[in-house]
């Protein structure tokens, strides 16, 4: 009941009431389907569009390319994910922590709350893209979930199975932007949200310049998972890091309000 109370606040405070940080969202990502759709010009549907969406970039390679860009789709939508994270929590441990410790008695309810809200806002997230792309391809594309090979990506597709191009595209990168999140939750709440969010901005920045297992960005970007390469991202691979990643900083979180002083 306690973290019920306490899940029932985060929501109303941490979600509704930052209503516009979707709205903005939604924008964003309406530009990116739009924009998609009058690149492949080919009627395409709901998955073809969110692989374009998605797309990133592939390995940068500085003998084929000197100057290094990063995708404007990528670092936006990436970014701006993570600006959701990036106050929240610590704003409401200085304006209302130390009372709800003192009402129940301890840290982890706190922290559980804001555990489990980063999670529903990161579904959210994700959920609020698809929404927007799939009513962005029924107006501008065909409104179907088939994938077809020779649509025009920016590499050669080697996987037109939709359910694995869906759970590439929405799920695992929910997975790895909940991963994200979490850090700059629990590192907000060690240093200050300005630290939390620049190190997801590094962490973004390295992953698209590094084609490496072990940094999460290279698993939202679709040119460089195993629908596009031999030796791509590999779906499990990327689940598994993202929950490694979220469960140290859950862990360290936890062990971080422990020894906050409440008074």
Known sequence: MKLLNCLKYDFKEGIVKNWYFFLIEIFLIAVFSVNAIFR?????????????????????DSL????????????????????????YPKREWKLRGSQFICRYGNTDTWWFSKVIWNFLQGIFIYAAAFIVIYISSVIG????FSVRYDAPYMSMLLNN???????????LGAAVIIAINQMIVTLQMIFSPVAGYITAIIVVIISAYYFKEYLPGNYLMMLRTELFRNDGMVLYKGFILSFAIWLIFVIAGKIVLKRKDIL
């Open 40 to 60: 492949m010009n080919n009627n395409p549907g709901v998955l073809e569009v969110s692989l374009r969406v998605f797309e990133g970039m592939e390995e940068y």
């Open 64 to 87: 084929v390319s000197p100057v290094f860009q990063i995708p404007t789709q990528y670092l936006g939508f990436t970014l701006f994910a993570c600006i959701f994270a990036s106050y």
């Open 141 to 144: 594309g065909n409104g179907g």
């Open 161 to 171: 199975d939709s359910i694995t191009v869906f759970l590439y595209c929405y799920i």
